[in-house]
């Protein structure tokens, strides 16, 4: 099992990153604020004015450690890719799935499946956390609309109703996602469905930032395995778009992100104090409230579970790249479905 090792986030404005020996060193000023073994990290992400040495962004190259830069608010701009690993016939497998219809709508299937069926569960939990009727009702009613699509899926083998059903059990999902939010924060944290580039309200704006996250650690799973993360089953290929990475997510979000973000509204650890409006109506975590999902986020990623494939325990952390290693085996031939992630 691949060794789950720690993200480093620097968010400090005008911080250098450089390497002295095996030792990474971040300096603001010129002090030296923190440091550590350069082999304890499996990424190093900066975000905004932060700068890293010319030798430290070789070593990185040279080690297969991921480097993404994503500007002050969280959205991506960029990530540093090293040689190419892998084994090439995996790839050209990938390549052919995604060419034929019936295969990849297949793996489409299985992983709007696994999202469906994962939101449910959310849906259920909140349903159970509630003494109000009305939000109790609302719930179920949402979970039922998912369940219906979740039995409908199984029969589909187009890729375009695959689509439509996984539309509609997000907005019946997001619809309802606030009624999951403890009615003492939802003045500030109201809903009005999901929307993005940009979020308009602070729900959406945590969602987001939290998603990029999650998206980052997908993408770093798929390119470990060998796959090419810009070809992907569920999402339209667009250049430069993150294909794989998106689709791999999907089954995670629920569980990652959106659980995540209802335990740091409902225990008041991000607040209205923790976001920004800009112009136009754009609603963005400020620097505080980065850093306390980020930290968050990670001590998230240490909790252990009972992987339903494996029958052992593994860190929520690893779930990308354990999903990353079934999906290469099932393009393999070594599987004859690719098995979704599926909590309860």
């Known amino acids: 099992m691949k060794q789950l090792l720690n993200t480093l986030y620097v968010m400090t404005q005008g911080a250098y990153v450089n390497l002295d ?46 480097v993404v830069i994503l500007d002050r608010n969280g959205q991506f701009k960029c990530r540093m890719v090293g040689k ?13 799935f995604v060419r034929d219809k019936e295969k990849s709508t297949g793996v489409a299937r299985n992983i709007v499946a696994g999202k469906v069926r994962n939101s449910r569960e959310v849906l259920l939990r909140g349903a159970r956390e509630t003494e109000n009727q009305e ?41 309802v996602f606030d009624r999951m939010v403890k009615e003492d924060a939802r003045k500030t944290f109201k809903m009005n469905g999901r929307n993005r580039r940009p979020p308009l309200d602070p729900v959406n704006g945590l969602l987001s930032f939290l998603y990029t996250l999650v998206l980052n650690d997908c993408i770093s799973a798929l390119e470990g395995v060998g796959l090419d993360s810009q070809m992907g089953f569920l999402h339209a290929l667009r250049p430069g778009r993150p294909s794989l990475g998106l689709d791999l997510m999907e089954e995670f979000r629920s569980l990652l992100a959106d659980r995540l973000a209802l335990t740091l509204i ?79």
Do not use: W
């Open 135 to 175: 939000e109790i009702s609302a719930l179920k009613k949402a979970a039922d609309i998912l369940a219906d699509a979740l039995f409908r899926l199984k029969d589909t083998h187009d890729i375009d109703v695959v689509r439509g059903y996984e539309g509609e059990s997000a907005n019946a999902y997001f619809g």
């Open 266 to 344: 409902n225990r008041k650890q991000i607040t209205s104090k923790d976001f920004e409006v800009r112009p136009g109506g754009a609603t963005l975590l400020n620097d505080e409230g980065r850093k306390t999902v980020v930290v968050a986020y990670q001590k998230r990623k240490q909790d252990e579970f009972k992987h339903p494939v494996l029958n052992e325990k593994v860190s929520f952390g690893l779930l990308p790249h354990v999903q990353a290693r079934l999906l290469a085996r099932h393009l393999r031939g070594d599987l004859e479905v690719y098995p979704p992630f599926l909590y309860s």
């Open 84 to 96: 190419t690993t892998g084994n090439v016939l995996l790839r050209q497998a990938q390549y052919e």
């Open 21 to 66: 020996h095996e030792t990474l060193k971040v300096e603001v000023e010129g002090k030296v604020q923190m440091q550590v073994p350069l082999h304890h990290l499996g990424a190093i992400v900066t975000m905004g004015n932060v700068m890293m040495s010319p030798f430290l962004l070789g070593r990185c190259a040279d080690d297969g450690r991921a």
